[in-house]
């Protein structure tokens, strides 16, 4: 099947708070992972997350990660579990490929 560059094949409705989408540009398939968390998340929950990240980031994927803001929460928490992901990526950045991209959204 010819696909032209940028053309959108299949994706997948978003399921709870992990969503798919599969895009093909010529010979090259990117796949695009994402979560959406909330910046009062648990620490159990916090690390099945960041183990599905890890995961993907490690297969090449991109990953956007979209950080919302819980209610009686502050923008601070957001931002502080930005800089927690952050941490875990450097503390694992040998695992990583250069191909992958994390993008995170607050």
Do not use: M
Request: aromatic share 6%; hydrophobic share 35%.
């Amino acid at each position: 099947v010819a696909v032209s560059v940028g053309e959108h094949v299949s994706s997948s409705q978003p399921t709870g708070h992990v969503y798919v989408n599969i895009y093909r540009a010529g010979w090259i398939k990117a796949k695009t992972e994402g979560v959406d968390l909330k910046s009062r998340i648990t620490e159990n929950d916090f690390s099945v997350q960041s183990a599905k990240l890890l995961k993907w980031l490690e297969k090449g994927n991109f990953v956007t990660v979209t950080i919302k803001v819980a209610r009686e929460s502050s923008k601070e928490e957001a931002e502080n579990l930005k800089k927690r992901i952050e941490a875990l990526l450097a503390e694992n950045k040998d695992n990583i490929t250069n191909t992958s991209r994390l993008t995170i959204k607050v």
